[in-house]
C-alpha cells in the first residue's frame, strides 16, 4: 500500500496566522483527499485535491480559508488560513489504495492560541 | 445523505472480554465498508475491509466483521480483547456512485488489564 509522509506532525499557531501541511506520497496517485478531526469527533472531508485541477471543496469548507495546491501526482499542500482557535484539529492527508481503501498520513496536530 | 452511525461511543472492557462495536450505515446501493483503528498517538490504520463475497471478514489481531445487508450493518467483534487494543475504532462506509468516505463518528475502547 502507499506510503504518505505528511509534515508538519504538530505545530502551535498564533492566531491571526496561516501554516501550510505538506502531504508526499511514494507513488502517483489521481486523487488525494484532505480530512479534519475535531477534538473528540470524526473525521470530516475537507476538500478533493486532483492534479491539475482546482480542489473540490465540501460543504462548509471554501477555497479562501483551506487553498490546496496540487502540483503533481505525488504531492499536495493544504494551507489552513486566518487561523483562529477553532482551527485546533487534527488534519490528515488520505490516498485511495485499490483493494485496501484508503491510506492515511500521521497527520498534523494544530493548536491555534 | 449518506450516514454511518456508531452507537458505542465509549466502551470499557476487561482483558479477556469480547466485544462487538456496532455499525450501521445509510446507503441503498452497493457498499465497501471499513473499519479503522486508531491507537494512541499514531495515525489511522485500516483493521479490516469488505468489498464483496463473505459477509464475515477477517482482519488483522483476531478481529472480524459481519456485513449484514438487511441490516445495514457492519459490527466488529473480537472474541477476546487484550489491553494493546485500546484504541478509537472508526467504521467507514463508500458507496458505488459516490467517491469519499463517511466515516462515523469512533468507537473508544479502553481495555484494563
Known amino acids: 500500500s502507499a506510503v504518505i509522509s505528511q509534515k508538519p506532525s504538530r505545530d502551535i499557531c498564533q492566531r491571526g496566522t496561516s501554516l501550510t501541511i505538506q502531504c508526499q506520497v511514494d507513488?502517483?496517485?489521481?486523487?488525494m483527499f484532505w480530512y479534519r478531526q475535531q477534538p473528540g469527533q470524526s473525521l470530516t472531508l475537507i476538500a478533493t485535491?486532483?492534479?491539475?485541477?482546482?480542489?473540490?471543496?465540501e460543504s462548509g469548507f471554501v477555497i479562501d480559508k483551506f487553498p490546496i495546491s496540487r502540483p503533481n501526482l505525488t504531492f499536495s499542500t493544504l494551507t489552513v488560513s486566518n487561523m483562529s482557535p477553532e482551527d485546533s484539529s487534527i488534519y490528515l492527508c488520505?490516498?485511495?489504495?485499490?483493494?485496501?481503501?484508503?491510506?492515511f498520513g500521521s497527520g498534523t496536530r494544530l493548536t491555534v492560541v | 445523505a449518506q450516514s454511518v452511525s456508531q452507537h458505542n461511543h465509549h466502551v470499557i472492557l476487561s482483558e479477556a472480554a469480547s466485544l462487538e462495536l456496532g455499525c450501521n450505515y445509510s446507503?441503498?446501493?452497493?457498499?465497501?465498508l471499513f473499519w479503522y483503528v486508531q491507537y494512541p498517538g499514531q495515525h489511522l490504520q485500516l483493521l479490516l475491509k469488505?468489498?464483496?463475497?463473505?459477509?464475515l471478514v477477517k482482519g488483522i489481531k483476531g478481529f472480524e466483521a459481519e456485513f449484514i445487508k438487511s441490516k445495514f450493518s457492519f459490527n466488529l467483534r473480537k472474541p477476546s480483547v487484550q489491553w494493546s487494543d485500546t484504541a478509537e475504532y472508526f467504521c467507514?462506509?463508500?458507496?458505488?456512485?459516490?467517491?469519499?468516505?463517511?466515516f462515523g463518528s469512533g468507537t473508544k475502547l479502553n481495555v484494563k488489564p
Open positions: 469488505y468489498f464483496s463475497g463473505d459477509p
Open positions: 488520505s490516498v485511495e489504495d485499490l483493494g485496501d481503501g484508503y491510506t
Open positions: 467507514a462506509v463508500k458507496g458505488d456512485n459516490f467517491n469519499k468516505f463517511y
Open positions: 485535491a486532483n492534479q491539475g485541477s482546482e480542489a473540490t471543496y
Open positions: 507513488s502517483q496517485v489521481t486523487m
Open positions: 446507503y441503498g446501493g452497493t457498499v465497501n
